[in-house]
Each structure stands twice: as C-alpha cells, then as structure tokens.
C-alpha cells in the first residue's frame, strides 16, 4: 500500500486509543487516507499481507466490523479466516487462554478479536506470538470505530481541533463512546455526552467531558452528532420506561438537530434501530455520514493492519 510510512506506528498490538499519542493516531489517519484511494479504484488489491494470515476471531455476532476485517485483509493479500465462537471449541468449554493457545499453534500473523468481556482482547494478547486488533471488548474500548469516526469527520470538516462533538444515548454500555472520548479529545475536540441519568456511567465527568441529560441543552451549538445504538441486549434490568418514550426525550429527530450548527453532521456506528435512537428521514438525511462512515471503516482497517505488518517476522 502506498501509504505514507511517517510517523511509524510503534506498537506491535492495537489494543485501544488510549496510550496512543496524537502522532500515532494522525499518523493511522493518514494511512487511512490513502486507502480510500485505493478502495475507489478498480484495482483494489495490494501485496502488504501477501502470504500472511489473519484470524478474525468474533465471540459476539458483528456482521459490519468482521465484513469491514475480511474485506480490508483480502484487499492487503491476506489470507483470511473467520472463526464464529458459535462453532468454536469455545462452546464446548474451552478457556480463552486455551484458545489463544490453539490459535497461536496455528501461526497466524494477526489475530482480529471481538469479545463481550472488557479486557479480554488483552489477555489474548499476552498469550500469543503475533499482532492482535481489538474489534471491541465489552464497554472498554473499540478503538478501529474512533479511528473511522475521526477520519470520517476530519474528510468533512476538514479537521477536529476545535469541533463541538456530542456523543448522545447509551454511553453507559458504549465502547463506542469511551474510544471516541478518547480519541477526539487527543485531537483537540470538546465532547460532550448526552442521554437519561440510568444510561451514563458513574463519574463520567473525569474523562473531561460536559454531561448533559436533557437532549435539547446538550445538542446546542454542536457541529458533530454522535449517536449511539441502545444496546437492550446489555441491559440487566429496565434502564429507560420504553422505547417511545426514549425516543420522545433523547432520539434525534429535525426538531431536536435544528438545535445543533446549521452545518452540524450526523454520525451512528450501526446498525442503527430507527426511530428509536434516530429518525429514518435524519439518518438518510443531507446531514448523515452514516454511510459514509462504514467506507471510512475499510480504510481505517486496512491502514491498522499495514501498521501492524510492519512489526510482523521478516517485514
């Protein structure tokens, strides 16, 4: 991949954002840039990978990020393999560790893990020979999503420093949200988070972030609208009274983005349940990258793997 090769990237994992330097996170973004140039070209093949081979090992269903892995490994010419925990040895009662045992016997190049537990994707990491990506651990962190939200917003606006970016709905079951906290602060943005009280995390004000929990007040003179996906499927216990009514106070409709800049954009990671957390007329609307957003995560993946292979045996 022709890619810009400065600054190095000097991590031999991608685990999370946090721990990366303003550096390393504009250097991946400009890597991501020039994949997106080869993304639209007819030709879309490249030999940075070739002869390697990349694991994507998902113990939650991810139709999105795992297509995004598989077509960003095959498109650097790596051998891909995918691993559905619904047919693992995982089911059987296998350990994690004995299956990052397994899989290292394998001798793969790069493991790609998605797993339902914060901190999983680290202990994996500790226990094989090869570079691992995080495609997102429990709440913690999902750090490719902040990579191409970043990137998705620096094409439009033409930078971060400065924007006004709140990240709205359920923070609390968000690894989403915490990446991009992250992240678009390193980059100079103010971020502000918004939802119900049951639905933002204890102490959130310590990641430097305003807290708002009336929708209308938060979304005021913003230039970025970051919302998040209720995930009911985390939730132990009734966290909002009902969908209509979440969506009455905290779903994003017209009325509630004419609060925002005239040139606000909209943003969602998918998938999206509409008319929940976002009106199907807003998510299709002038304002939304929420297609271009899925683009961008092609990119962003292909630039994290070629910063990776440059840490891999012989490179």
């Given amino acids: 991949m022709s890619a810009p090769v400065t600054p190095s990237f000097p991590h031999r994992h991608l685990l999370g954002i946090e721990g990366l330097t303003r550096p390393e996170i504009e250097g991946l973004l400009d890597r991501a840039d020039a994949a997106v ?160 009280s049951t639905l933002l995390p204890t102490g959130i004000e310590r990641f430097g972030v305003e807290v708002f929990t009336n929708m209308r007040e938060g979304l005021a003179g913003c230039d970025i609208v970051m919302m998040l996906r209720l995930q009911r499927e985390r939730m132990n216990g009734s966290f909002v009274p009902s969908v209509k009514e979440y969506f009455r106070y905290f779903g994003l409709d017209g009325d509630k983005l004419r609060l925002a800049k005239p040139d606000a954009l909209v943003m969602h990671p998918g998938p999206m349940n509409r008319g929940v957390e976002i009106a199907s007329d807003i998510a299709d609307g002038t304002q939304s990258l929420i297609r271009e957003q899925v683009e961008m995560g092609v990119a962003v993946r292909m630039a994290v793997l070629e910063a990776l292979a440059t840490h891999l045996p012989n490179a």
């Fill in 37 to 196: 140039d080869i993304s639209r070209q007819v030709e879309k093949k490249r030999n940075v990978l070739r002869g390697r081979t990349q694991i994507n090992l998902f113990f939650e269903p991810s139709t999105r990020t795992q297509s995004s892995f598989e077509l960003a490994g095959k498109r650097l010419g790596a051998d891909v393999m995918n691993m559905s925990v619904a047919s693992s040895s995982v089911k059987k009662g296998e350990t994690l560790i004995d299956t990052a045992a397994t899989l290292n016997a394998m001798r793969p190049d790069i493991i790609v893990v998605r797993h339902h537990a914060a901190g999983a994707v680290h202990l994996l990491a500790r226990k094989v020979d090869c570079a691992v990506v995080n495609a997102g651990d429990g709440a913690h962190e999902h750090p490719t999503q902040a990579l191409l939200d970043a990137l998705t917003i620096r094409r439009n606006k033409g930078g971060i420093e400065g924007l006004q970016v709140a990240i709205c709905g359920d923070v609390l079951h968000s690894r989403v949200a915490r990446s991009n906290i992250i992240l678009l602060q390193a980059l100079g943005a103010r971020v502000r988070v918004i939802g119900p």
